[in-house]
């Protein structure tokens, strides 16, 4: 069950952004069925937790009562869970049966397929049970196989940061309707609302006018994500709106802190490469400087 959470995890914290973000077509079967079942695992999860032992720091013991599971998972993770688990696609097709077509192309319907799809974005808290499950399996492993875990960790982190980064800097300027002066309507890569008006679908499931394919808009937006967290640019054209201005500085601050923590993390990992000697050097140091003390006070007894 850990393995089958730990895959499904992995997959909604991918898959989800790019779905919400650049996919056309948000009511196929395929994306439906997949929301559904991983909404369902997660809430059979949610469940579970109240059932599952409780490690203590140390780990000497186990807890097993009941009583006790709840108590703390309720006060613990358990509202995050809670909203992470929210069954969103659930909502989404009780709203969609419920409204007809004609009523599906007004303003207010419309409006409320757009607040379900940024509801949506409340599944990426499921990120907090994949750093628990991360740090369970840290403690397993001791030493170098510890620090070398913890650097694949945060490498594996800083990825996926990149991706979210890269999936908000398109999803953004799509909730504005793409403005003519975001980067992806000085790019080209789409026509915005104001050229136009017709494609009222816009707010419910897809950019309008789409040019260029969900394949090259994501690449250009992860490569204007990573050169601003790697701090090496602003990518094809510095920053024009305000909205992309902000952005631009909330992925230089987030890749500065990620490359301070790979920094620390990596010089760890170096000196643990060599604690076994290092700890021999100063042991024979330490005796060095005794001896060297004795003979003096010899030599001065004399």
Not at 81 to 88: E, R
Not at 145 to 155: C, P, Y
Not at 249 to 269: E, N, P, Q
Request: aromatic share 12%; charged share 20%; proline share 2%.
């Amino acid at each position: 069950w850990d393995i089958i959470m730990l895959l499904l995890m992995v997959g909604n914290l991918i898959v989800i952004p790019v779905g919400i973000t650049f996919f056309h077509e948000e009511d196929t079967t395929a994306w439906i069925v997949f929301n559904v079942l991983s909404d369902t695992c997660f809430l059979v999860d949610l469940v579970l937790n109240f059932r599952t032992g409780i490690v203590v720091e140390d780990n000497t013991d186990i807890i097993l009562d009941p009583q006790v599971i709840k108590m703390r998972y309720l006060k613990s993770w358990f509202l995050v869970d809670f909203v992470s688990s929210i069954p969103v696609d659930y909502i989404f097709l009780i709203v969609e049966t419920r409204i007809d077509s004609e009523m599906y192309k007004t303003a207010r319907a419309l409006r409320i397929v757009r607040f379900t799809k940024i509801l949506s974005l409340l599944r990426l808290l499921r990120l907090s049970r994949l750093i628990r499950y991360i740090h369970q399996w840290e403690e397993m492993t001791y030493d170098l196989a510890s620090a070398v875990v913890r650097i694949v960790n945060l490498i594996a982190m800083m990825l996926l940061l990149c991706h979210w980064d890269g999936c908000l800097q398109f999803l953004v300027p799509m909730l504005q309707e793409f403005p003519h002066d975001c980067w992806i309507s000085l790019n080209g890569m789409v026509v915005g609302l104001a050229a136009s008006r017709t494609h009222l679908r816009f707010f419910a499931i897809t950019p309008v006018c789409q040019n260029d394919s969900w394949g090259k808009q994501y690449s250009y937006a992860l490569f204007k994500a990573m050169s601003h967290m790697l701090c090496i640019g602003y990518g094809q054209r510095a920053p024009v709106s305000m909205a992309d201005l902000w952005l631009t500085m909330l992925s230089m601050i987030v890749g500065a802190t990620c490359y301070a923590m790979f920094i620390g993390h990596a010089t760890a990992l170096i000196q643990s490469l060599d604690s076994s000697r290092r700890q021999y050097q100063e042991k024979m140091q330490n005796r060095f400087r005794e001896g060297g003390s004795f003979s003096n006070f010899s030599e001065s007894r004399q």
